[in-house]
Nanobody, 123 residues
Framework: QVQLVESGGGLVQAGGALRLSCVVS????????MGWYRQAPGKQREWVAG???????TYSDVVKGRFTVSRDSAGNTMSLQMNNLQPEDTAIYYC?????????????????WGQGTQVTVAS
């Protein structure tokens, strides 16, 4: 069973920084893509940033230039460095991963989500 475990949320003042991490219990070769999403109170979940299977990062326009997504050398830990945080960045942040798993007789790609971590930015 694939699991995603997030850490690193918290409370920070506007202009501050936080770093989120997400550990995926899967082999690098089975991970087809990873991403960060967030959901603010009363709003729909929105995509924040992503990493392709080759490690290419992409960002939403809202966070581009402030957030940096990366992964470790083993490839199964993804981080989100968030700088110059603003009150509008307050949300629950979720990581997700598309992972190839065995569903005998085939291997299929399934999407898994972490439990979410709260980020609160005070003005």
């Amino acid at each position: 069973q694939v699991q995603l475990v997030e850490s690193g949320g918290g409370l920070v003042q506007a202009g501050g920084a936080l770093r989120l991490s997400c550990v995926v219990s899967a082999k690098l070769l089975d991970i087809k893509g990873m991403g960060w999403y967030r959901q603010a109170p009363g709003k729909q979940r929105e995509w924040v940033a992503g990493l392709s299977s080759g490690g290419t990062p992409t960002y939403s326009d809202v966070v581009k230039g402030r957030f940096t997504v990366s992964r470790d050398s083993a490839g199964n830990t993804m981080s989100l460095q968030m700088n110059n945080l603003q009150p509008e960045d307050t949300a629950i942040y979720y990581c997700n991963a598309d992972v190839m798993v065995s569903r005998i007789p085939r291997r299929v790609t399934e999407t898994y989500w972490g439990q979410g971590t709260q980020v609160t930015v005070a003005s």
